[in-house]
């Protein structure tokens, strides 16, 4: 089954499968004890501690192994907050940061401290500027930044951040810099100037149960957790060295084939780029398509529940993810692509692992466009090829451009995505050109959809008003002006 | 090499390492993902879950899986002394709990909660009515008792602690129990009535990776961590499902044959409790001998550096633990002996896993009077078959028992364990009966040790007093009446 879900883990590489079925023979035994399966273990662990800090640019004595990449990343953010907490208590990030940095923030808020979120353009990429223009001195008040978190290079749609020229800006501010390198490290260098780096081996193909945190020397830093004399006073309890030692050799394995792969597995996300708009109507497909990860590519289709089409493509042998609202726990659409302002329904990440065949995406280029047509056929959509059909409304508004005409409202309350922009296509017919409908509704993801449908249908998309004005008794009305009969 | 540190961690089950090896190619994939592998490794983890619950006497919807058995503990005593602050911040504990929850403890107590250690009699059991008067009713001031934990039984010398009893005093006071069942969770069955259980996969031979939190219905519980998705909100981050598989399946694996192998490591340590004193002079053997774990036996040697003990040990082939101060980092004697009042020095925890050879134990009999010997013989110590030579002050003493003789003093500051007892010993003779010798000496150990040894020899501790009372610029004097001559 062709696998393209790379982004939320790898496939355990063959290198860390060998290497962790030998520690485990080798290195099971605790290695803080001095008899000789403790030495050994202990041996095997510093030998992997140099072997990541080697691979990530950094030194041994500044890696804290930890038990996943979200609490590395969490560590990080509330141990540097904590630790710097003279210089104040606001904490800066970009807008598309990973969930666990977000939910890290949440607790420094809940706590009393305050957060600026940068904000991204449509590729999804923060403005240096910008995000050095939110950092603040330090002072007693407790304004000034401890704080500021960037990802090398987003984990839902692929766009590489400007990590070296925010780092220089922080570093003239005198502000610490977390870089959460999840998606990259293994595949890509990471540039240096970070205060922090975190990052999670099982995204580069070792085993789940091993993060990195990496603590520059003269960083402050205060745990948050209970302090033993593990890793640094930073990760309390036994050390999992099989899994660590499994991590370091997957590390350097993905980094020698990298350059590489990299090349071919950027070729194939091109031609998924180029592909799926050529096949697959209504589609927009998202993300920076040149400063990104080699492996990323998100789209999403109109018109489509994401649920569904991850259901169509699984069925077909195709496992990938989406950031679409239906597809979540929480029923609310990506906040990667909510801070893109773009289309959340239908969408698709397609992430593939090193390795990934040619084959294998040219059978899932051509399985797609007929997958998301079987999922739309039964709307009973116009075409995007034929002209809307001209309604006795429009008619009517177009022999008398004087008289008010009142805006046709529809009440799509309760419905959830993709139901509101759907209703919206198959009725916009009814509109005379420059004439107004009010699309109600209570779904979070409607206030992305709406507005992403009429750029890419060429409407306009004149505001959102509370929908009681429209007869709702909850949510907003979404108004479109009809730009074409 | 006979490995004799089952309660540091235990060797990888082979049946662990079968699942294991399993689960990384059938769950490796992420279990929130909807599609097959997604699955796939959903289905691993929820019957994993069901597996864990049943052996421990708890719902599947009660368990949490954490990275480590101190990630369970210390989430545990956060978690629930933050979810109970309404009723007080105070915590009560057994001064003989593992060090993960003191660690907890201390962030407790630094966030300005109060604590109270609940003592522990000389073979380390705390007395349940005790440990009941610590509790303090529920109040708005503070003072009152959020969270009481107790391990099942103790992790250096076995000692099993009355769970049951405590438990049914602190649903009683309306105080909720967290157990940490560390050590005897897969090997016995725990008592019933906690409210939180911890437990650690590697203890019973799964990977290391896994820690159990399983949190009783209606216990109230505020997750000190930032909070996702993941295993009921309580651990953050991907959930490693293969190594999750492993514990489960080792859980089931050891719990069907503990019986068994129970009765047969119990007999093994009695054999070690008999004979050891038999055999090496100036011993003392701690722990509870009937109402203990079936597989550890601790004991300390007199004049005996643990540090070289272990080393003796280590080079004849067996992998040991010792509570002795020079063979731990902090340089300080473990707690637990602390707690208990016995000697400290030469400590060795022999901890036996499942499938240990009779002819193994044998063996280690055989070597161990050698060894301890050999460690000794260089120090030219007066053997405790022998009676100590009458020294020239002693002779002079008995001829005019009016006359004040002034104390014996013996300057030890700066040196280490074991060498206060060392010089003590050598230099007791000197003393006539009924006079005292004062033994300065800055090491922590000493505290301990000076009146273990004592008791052992039959000589009387008199007590403290500062150094500087003595002539000494720094520590405390330990006081010593010579009883007999």
């Not at 008899?35 to 990541?52: I, K, P, Q, S, V």
């Not at 979120?117 to 449509?122: G, H, I, K, L, S």
């Not at 927009?284 to 529940?305: A, K, Q, W």
Request: glycine letters at 10%; a negative charge.
């Amino acid at each position: 089954m062709p696998y393209f879900d790379a982004a939320s883990t790898a496939p355990l590489h063959p290198v860390a499968r060998q290497a962790l079925t030998a520690a485990l023979d080798e290195g099971w035994a605790d290695p803080a004890r001095l008899y000789r399966d403790g030495r050994r273990a202990r041996m095997l662990l510093d030998a992997a501690r140099e072997t990541t800090a080697e691979v990530l640019g950094t030194r041994p004595d500044e890696i804290s192994f930890t038990s996943s990449g979200t609490q590395a990343v969490q560590l990080g953010v509330l141990g540097t907050l904590s630790g710097n907490r003279r210089r104040g208590r606001h904490l800066v990030h970009s807008a598309v940061e990973h969930s666990s940095l977000l939910h890290a923030a949440e607790v420094h808020t809940t706590a009393g401290g305050t957060v600026t979120e940068v904000p991204v353009d449509r590729l999804g990429r923060v403005d240096a500027a910008e995000f050095a223009a939110a950092l603040n001195p330090a002072n007693g008040s407790g304004t000034g930044t401890a704080l500021a978190c960037l990802q090398s290079a987003n984990h839902e749609v692929g766009t590489v951040q400007p990590v070296a020229e925010v780092a220089g800006l922080c570093a003239e501010a005198g502000v610490p810099l977390l870089v959460d390198a999840a998606q990259s490290a293994g595949r890509a260098a990471v540039p240096g100037g970070w205060s922090l780096l975190a990052a999670s081996a099982h995204k580069w193909g070792g085993p789940a149960g091993v993060g990195v945190l990496a603590v520059r020397k003269g960083v402050r830093y205060t745990s948050p957790l209970p302090v033993d004399e593990r890793e640094r006073g930073r990760v309390p309890g036994f050390v999992n060295v099989p899994a660590i030692v499994a991590a370091a050799a997957s590390l350097r394995a993905v980094r020698q084939q990298a350059e590489a792969e990299d090349a071919r597995l950027r070729a194939l996300v091109d031609l998924i780029r180029a592909r799926v708009p050529q096949t697959v109507p209504d589609v927009e497909v998202v993300g920076d398509p040149v400063h990104r990860l080699p492996h990323i590519v998100t789209f999403s289709c109109l018109y489509v529940d994401g649920e569904v089409l991850l259901g169509e493509l699984d069925r077909a042998g195709f496992a990938v993810s989406s950031g679409s609202s239906c597809t979540s726990s929480t029923l609310t659409p990506s906040h990667v692509l909510k801070a893109m302002g773009v289309l959340t329904e239908g969408n698709v990440r397609v992430s593939l692992p090193p390795g990934t065949e040619e084959a294998e995406v040219r059978r899932f280029l051509e399985l797609l466009p007929g997958l998301v047509g079987a999922v739309r056929a039964p709307l009973g959509l116009p075409s995007p090829a034929q002209p809307l059909p001209p309604s006795s409304a429009a008619a009517a508004a177009d022999t008398g451009p004087q008289a008010p005409v009142g805006p046709l409202v529809l009440d799509t309350l309760g419905r959830r995505c993709p139901i509101p922009v759907i209703e919206l296509a198959k009725r916009i017919g009814e509109v005379p050109t420059g004439g107004t409908v009010a699309v109600l509704s209570d779904d979070e993801a409607a206030r992305l959809d709406i507005p992403a449908w009429c750029e890419m249908r060429g409407e306009e998309y004149a505001g959102e008003a509370p929908a009681a004005a429209y007869g709702g008794d909850r949510g907003s009305a979404y108004l479109v002006v009809r730009r074409s009969g």
